[in-house]
């Protein structure tokens, strides 16, 4: 057991570690063992109001605070960092991370490089030379909306301190948008089946130059990407943009990249293809 990697999953914006039962499913299969993160003020510690059940509340909704209220970069690279620490104690620790989750892996990684001894991003964020909400602005982002969330929004961000979506909304547009940013390849009840594991709730930071990844840290680790092919809200252009930066940060060390059919949240659903790859990674 000493020498069997477990693969550490962390989790994108308003997921948590539910998200990946699936993908463990099929790891624990091929016979492979993994830990889920809920990173702070996710899992059980989501905040969930009155005001989100139904008949729903918007006034409740909009109001009542946020247990990701205040939550840092930091605090998510913290807990991470912890998780490593036990699962190290026990052989090798691969580390995966989607979505948004990939800025807390590379803070993790740009801190503890010791603790990881493979990082794989799957469409997930890995900055280099540019701060995340700057690659917004760049031409491989020019076909996202990033107010995909914003007719689901249930609070003013900056009342709350935190992003307040209403996931069990009714509304056909919000809706529709959910599903061409994320799961535009499932149908209908896998689309609405997936909302309902979100929490309402993310914090806001998602860090700054200094949190990019770092040549003499993150940069020793052996990495790999794998790309979701059919993203509409990581366009495959901005997740090989992103694995260019990483190659020419740290040349002798490229990452070694795979290729998955599906959309941002397909792979999640249907993990047989990811799993597959992510066993031969192990």
Do not use: C
């Not at 003020?41 to 729903?56: D, E, I, L, S, V």
């Not at 609070?155 to 009714?170: D, I, K, M």
């Not at 809706?175 to 209908?188: H, Q, R, T, V």
């Amino acid at each position: 057991m000493q020498q069997q990697p477990t693969f550490i999953l962390v989790h994108g914006a308003f997921a948590n570690s539910f998200s990946f039962a699936p993908l463990q499913a099929e790891l624990g299969l091929l016979g492979h063992r993994s830990a889920a993160v809920d990173l702070p003020g996710h899992g059980f510690a989501a905040t969930y109001t009155r005001g989100y059940q139904a008949p729903q509340d918007p006034a409740d909704l909009a109001a009542a605070p946020s247990s990701a209220a205040g939550v840092t970069l930091a605090d998510n690279a913290a807990h991470l960092i912890a998780v490593l620490e036990r699962a190290k104690a026990n052989g090798p620790v691969v580390l995966v991370s989607h979505s948004r989750g990939g800025i807390t892996a590379t803070a993790a990684a740009n801190a503890r490089p010791d603790l990881i001894d493979r990082l794989v991003y799957v469409s997930a964020w890995a900055p280099v030379e540019l701060d995340v909400n700057d690659y917004y602005a760049e031409p491989e982002m020019a076909g996202v909306d990033p107010g995909a969330f914003a007719s689901a929004l249930a609070a003013n961000p900056a009342e709350l301190g935190a992003l307040r979506v209403n996931f069990r909304t009714a509304d056909e547009g919000a809706l529709a948008a959910l599903k061409a940013a994320f799961f535009a390849d499932g149908s209908e009840s896998q689309v609405l089946n997936f909302l309902n594991t979100f929490q309402p709730d993310e914090n806001l930071d998602v860090g700054t130059s200094a949190d990019r990844a770092q040549a003499a840290t993150w940069g020793t680790i052996p990495r790999s990407y794998i790309r979701l092919a059919d993203d509409a809200s990581m366009p495959i252009a901005l997740q090989d943009r992103l694995i260019r930066e990483g190659d020419a940060l740290t040349p002798g060390n490229p990452y070694d990249v795979h290729t998955v059919s599906g959309s941002h949240l397909k792979w999640l659903v249907e993990p047989a293809e990811a799993a597959k790859v992510l066993a031969s990674l192990a």
